[in-house]
């Protein structure tokens, strides 16, 4: 592989972390229907996330650690004494013990359903190759005979999570790793690069077409499998954005999505950090922007500090979470929040605390959140807007429980509006106009200790306005 392509891998992506798009790589889809899908997507604003394999039970990050190139950091939680190659050799065994025999997905997807949750984004497959569908292209599988999880009723868990989460009225994103470091046809023994390993194929595959070709197809065929197996799929959220055209690795990727249009034409496609007709959906990973973007958007952020379940983790506090959503509301986008699950099948209770702070804090604020659009000003220091077609929606976040509540505060909106209501309190609010905004008058109930999460406004507009 040239250094050319060597470098775009390295731009594509940086430590785990995928850059993302910009406005101007993002292409308007010509088909009606799907523009009619991305408003549906956008209205949808907070999508559960979900990494979870073998990996789980090491606590460690997914996948990367296989790649040399990126062991400097991705092997920062290898800590017990163990060389390179053995290290390959324990993390690709860990299917013949991966076993999550308490596994519920109908809880997950109650738990998602019931706490604000619209969408789930699931990995299908991580960059190491194993499939937590009853793929028919590899053993490396969770069904395979070699992981001990295949004979449990819920053995095909990429079927029982899709299942699970649509009887709940939640849409299905399916995350697939373009790369598959576990393939023959991708990594390829003996090849040019020997036993170092990084993120792309280990050979050029301009020189072993016929090598890449077979590459292509396993892909295709994975793919396709999802499409026609799993019921109705949202959207196909496509990692590794190396693996394009412009780095010589194409997997002529519209090919098989146009064919899986053929039997899903909804389909959504987020091929993430390429650009073109094909990613439907701008993807920032770990970060949101600082302005809005105009264009459909997700961030996919950890609850924790890490995508794969970590062994006591650091998890955000609930107050960080709804900062957090309302802040990509804000600017246009949608919040993927992952959670990791446990290697035993459960979500750790701090995770399902977390969850279920959420939705007590949407359960009144959600009309504030669901189905808005950007509005001006957007983000203004502790303040963020959302709108309606009637309405405006003004936040105000408070950094701590300690915070002050003063008892006006000074919305920076410049337009004209009939009344003010507190979300979940009292309509009618006292306010009056300014040179540079409103000041507005907090029943005497709301200025409270500890300081809430956040004060969220209703402002009605004038009729004509």
Known sequence: MSELNVTEQEQVVEQGVHN????????????????????????QKLGLMMHWG????????ESWALSDKDE?????????????????????????????????PELWAELAAENGFKYLNFTTKHHDGFCMWDTHTTDYRVTGPACPF??????????????????????????????????????????????????????????????????????????MELMTRYGRIEMLWLDAGWVCEESGQDIRLGEVVEKAREVQPWLLSADRTVGGAYENVITPEQTLPEQPLNVPWESCITMGTSFSYRYEDNYKSVRQLIHLLVEIVAKGGN?????????????????????????????????????????????????????????????????DEHETVKEELHLPVLQEFSRIDLAGGEDNLQFHRTENGIIVRLPENAVSEPAPITHVFRLHKRRGK
């Open 72 to 104: 400097e950091w991705s092997r920062d939680g290898i800590d017990w004494n163990v060389d390179t190659n053995e290290l390959k050799r324990q993390y690709v065994g860990l299917n013949k013990t991966f076993n999550p025999v308490r596994f519920q």
């Open 54 to 61: 073998p990996y789980s039970q090491l606590g460690v990050v």
């Open 150 to 223: 295949h004979a449990h009723k819920y053995a095909d868990i990429c079927k029982q999570l899709f299942d699970a989460f649509r009887a709940k009225g939640l849409g299905i994103s399916a995350y697939f790793s373009k790369a598959d470091w576990n393939t023959p046809t991708y990594w390829a023994p003996g090849m040019e690069r020997g036993t170092f390993t990084s993120r792309g194929p280990s050979y050029n595959p301009k020189e072993y077409p016929w090598l890449w070709e077979q590459f292509v197809k396993f892909t295709h065929e994975q793919i």
């Open 335 to 399: 919040l993927a929040l992952n959670v990791g699950p446990q290697p035993d099948g459960r979500l750790s209770q701090t995770a399902i605390d977390r969850i279920k702070g959420m939705g007590t804090w949407l359960n009144v604020h959600g009309e504030a959140i669901y189905g808005t659009r950007v509005c001006e000003p957007y983000s203004v220091g502790n303040y963020h807007f959302t709108q309606t077609k009637n309405t405006t929606y003004a936040f105000y976040l408070y950094k």
């Open 20 to 43: 993302y798009s910009s406005e101007e790589q993002w292409v308007k889809p010509e088909s009606p229907l799907l523009l009619e899908r991305l408003g549906w997507f956008k209205d």
